[in-house]
């Protein structure tokens, strides 16, 4: 009997991209198979796999069993027709930059995206002759008018780190249909298991799989998904420029994927329940989560998210002085550069998101330095704030 009933995320979570390829001596873990070359006992066999003719692997620099798994699941996960890999989430978006931007052309996008891909918005691509178009990442009405001028690409991140500003993909993706143009989003905030932005209408889908993807903090990788037709041009741009994803990343972020529905559903309850917590503290001046009732976007996030995600961010009063106080009174957080693993990790923009950039462009894009990112991770939420709570006091009585 065949079964016609479409798993859920947390099955996939665990199955996905996992029956499809063969395991060594009947393991039930996918294996990491660390060769680089695949060897034939035939010219033409050996000729049809690189042609792909046939299925198989030629040299890992391509593709590997391990990764190919790791591709396929999270292929399942966003819905999506085919999936590439990368050795880190920038390379993701870089290489997807470089497949389908030439000189001359004209991108959109939000001015709240993440520090490196802004970096690449405002120093990289316009030496490359490419010109990028940065909007107000609340006015979609701003948004629909500079891509209704002409673009080839509409590029998003949503929610945006750290400001966790939501944009509508639904619309926005519509009004790049009209002009021709491809709409990306980086859905690593989100993930898969909150938000598909393929269901939405995006023709492509990135995630930084180092963050809650794997989940530990202990290995890196991004992914690309798509329609079989635009991912393989960025394979193909990957394959020849080498930012692949090592087997041994792959097989971690795999065996992470295994608990992402867990996390997540977790991640999603706390950071709801220390949002609201926060939003009553005396010394905190603002909260920014999108289950939230008093965030901006918080009715566009109820139409294209299941969950609200782990990540919020809060500014204090007294700012930046007052971050230097109280964070490193925390005793289950992690001051680090990182997001999505199972501990809490905390920490300022100027080190975090957007350390590329100066204190002028944090404020420019509405980053106040008293912002603080915080990634909300699997402990006990009672545990999380009575720490936060301790910590926040050494602001008002700093002896």
């Not at 394979?235 to 994927?257: K, Q, V, W």
Request: with cysteine.
């Amino acid at each position: 009997m065949t079964q016609t009933k479409q798993p859920s995320k947390s099955t996939i979570s665990i199955w996905g991209g996992e029956t499809k390829h063969a395991h060594y001596e009947r393991s039930t873990q996918v294996p990491v198979v660390h060769s680089i070359a695949f060897g034939y006992k035939d010219i033409d066999t050996w000729r049809a796999v690189a042609l792909e003719q046939e299925e198989g692997h030629i040299y890992s620099r391509n593709t590997n069993p391990t990764v190919r798994a790791f591709e396929d699941k999270v292929k399942e996960l966003e819905g999506a027709a085919a999936a590439t890999s990368f050795s880190c989430g920038m390379a993701a978006i870089s290489n997807t930059f470089g497949t389908f931007l030439r000189p001359g052309n004209r991108v959109v996008s939000i001015k709240d995206s993440y520090g490196g891909t802004n970096r690449l918005f405002t120093e990289f691509l316009p030496q490359m002759g490419i010109d990028v178009c940065l909007c107000n990442t609340n006015d979609h009405a701003e948004l629909e008018a500079e891509v209704a001028k002409g673009c080839t690409m509409l590029y998003l991140e949503t929610p945006t780190n750290p400001t966790v500003k939501i944009t509508d993909i639904r619309r926005l993706a519509n009004a790049a249909q009209v002009v021709d143009a491809l709409t990306v989003v980086d859905n690593t905030f989100a993930t898969p298991i909150n938000q598909n932005p393929l269901e939405l209408g995006a023709d492509i889908v990135i995630q930084s799989a180092s963050k809650f993807l794997g989940g530990h903090a202990d290995a890196l990788g991004g992914v690309a998904c798509g329609s079989k037709e635009l991912i393989k041009k960025i394979y193909h741009f990957r394959e020849i420029n080498g930012s692949c994803l090592s087997p041994t990343d792959a097989y971690s972020l795999l065996r992470g994927m295994k608990t992402l529905s867990l996390r997540v559903a977790q991640q999603n309850r706390s950071a709801m329940t220390i949002a609201k917590w926060l939003l009553q503290h005396p010394v905190v001046e603002g909260v920014n989560y999108p289950g939230l009732e008093t965030h901006v976007n918080h009715a566009i996030a109820k139409t294209q998210m299941r969950g609200f995600g782990g990540m919020l961010s809060f500014s204090v009063k007294g700012g930046l002085d007052a971050i230097k106080t109280f964070l490193p009174k925390l005793q289950y957080a992690h001051m680090a550069a990182n997001l999505g693993c199972v501990e809490t990790v905390v920490g300022p923009p100027l080190v975090t998101s957007h350390v590329e950039c100066t204190d002028e462009e944090r404020a420019t894009v509405g980053i106040p330095e008293g912002l603080v990112r915080y990634s909300t991770g699997i402990e006990n939420v009672e545990d999380l704030i009575a720490d936060l709570e301790q910590a926040l006091a050494y602001i008002a009585n700093p002896a």
